[in-house]
Structure formats: structure tokens, C-alpha cells
């Protein structure tokens, strides 16, 4: 009678689907802030949005959002780095606005952090001085 060999579990293994098994979840998500800021579209995307609105006059009958894509991005790349120059400019102030933006978000969310952490302290010191008092009759 024939051993039988090892090579089932490497087969096995191949079938196996990356992450099956791993215990978690999938599709859970953490909730994601509304006051959050959006972050600032790149030079293209400055870009894309006043072409979007060029094409759409020259094609009314163009409903297709991929022939617009396609358009804009062979135009894109057809332009030389002088033509690029001004949706460079925009895309970097709006970084420089987003940036300004987080940075007050995220001194927002620290000092609401603080002000919980000092509550609680406050609570808890409150505590500890009613159990010295009721310790001290």
C-alpha cells in the first residue's frame, strides 16, 4: 500500500483565500468624521474641473463620463509644464488651505481631548476629598 505523501496540505494552502480565517470581520469600517476636512485635489484635478465644464459645452450630447476622463487626461499629458503651471498653483494653495484647515481641526480635537481628561480629573479629585472627609468623622 502507497505512503501517502505530504503534498495535499500544500495544495490545500493554495486554495486557501488571502485573510480566510483570520477570525475578523470584514467590512467594518471605523465611522469617519464629517467636520473632518476634504483633502485638496491634485494639479489635475484642478484642472480636470475646468475642462469638464469646456467639454461638456462643446459636447452636450457626450453623456459619458469615461470619454471625458479619456479627453482630459490625453490633453493633460499632451501639455508641456508652462501649460501645467497655473493648476500647479492652485493645487498647492488649496494643499496650503487644507493644511491650515487640519491643523485647526486636529487642535480642536486636542483640546476637546483635555478638557475631558481635566473633568475627570477634576471628578476624581473631588471623589478622593469626599472619602478623606468622610474618613476623617
Known amino acids: 500500500m502507497p505512503k501517502a505523501s505530504s503534498d495535499a496540505k500544500p495544495a490545500d494552502n493554495k486554495l486557501r483565500r488571502k485573510g480566510a480565517g483570520t477570525g475578523r470581520k470584514q467590512g467594518k469600517k471605523a465611522a ?54 497655473p493648476y500647479v498653483a492652485k493645487a498647492e494653495k488649496k494643499k496650503e488651505e487644507y493644511e491650515k484647515s487640519l491643523r485647526a481641526y486636529n487642535n480642536g480635537l486636542a483640546s476637546g481631548k483635555e478638557e475631558e481628561e481635566s473633568d475627570k480629573s477634576k471628578s476624581e479629585v473631588n471623589d478622593e476629598d469626599e472619602d478623606e472627609e468622610e474618613d476623617d468623622e
Open 32 to 85: 469617519k468624521d464629517p467636520n473632518k476636512p476634504k483633502r485638496p485635489p491634485s494639479a489635475f484635478f484642478v484642472y480636470m474641473s475646468e475642462f469638464r465644464e469646456q467639454f461638456k459645452k462643446e459636447n452636450p450630447n457626450n453623456k459619458s463620463v469615461a470619454a471625458v476622463g479619456k479627453a482630459a487626461g490625453n490633453n493633460w499629458k499632451a501639455m508641456s509644464d508652462a501649460d501645467k503651471a
